[in-house]
């Protein structure tokens, strides 16, 4: 079964910049479109950004022109450069299929505050 592990997540002060990763433990990336979704305390998981397997991006408008998506087929590995980071960020970033249908991985946690 393929397996999703994502890191990067951390501490940052408001304005601040991370890059989170997306380990693919199978080469599906050019075959799937892969997503970002978090959920942060109290809320839904929503999917934040979207890559389709032919490359196209696709972003929710709360991150548009903040997070960039990308990934290297060659390494597996998907990523979601994040900046200009918001309180309203804080979360827990997840990586999976767009839509959802691999188990989820453990996540990795972003909070930003001063």
């Known amino acids: 079964q393929v397996q999703l592990v994502e890191s990067g997540g951390g501490l940052v002060q408001p304005g601040g910049s991370l890059t989170l990763s997306c380990a693919c433990s199978g080469s599906i990336f050019s075959i799937y479109n892969m997503g970002w979704y978090r959920q942060a305390p109290g809320k839904e998981r929503e999917l934040v950004a979207s890559?389709?397997?032919?490359?196209?991006?696709n972003y929710a408008d709360s991150v548009k022109g903040r997070f960039t998506v990308s990934r290297d087929n060659a390494k597996n590995t998907m990523y979601l450069q994040m900046s200009s980071l918001k309180p309203e960020d804080t979360a827990v970033y997840y990586c999976n299929i767009d839509p959802p249908v691999i188990t989820w991985g453990q996540g990795t946690q972003v909070t930003v505050s001063s």
């Open positions: 890559m389709r397997s032919y490359g196209m991006t």
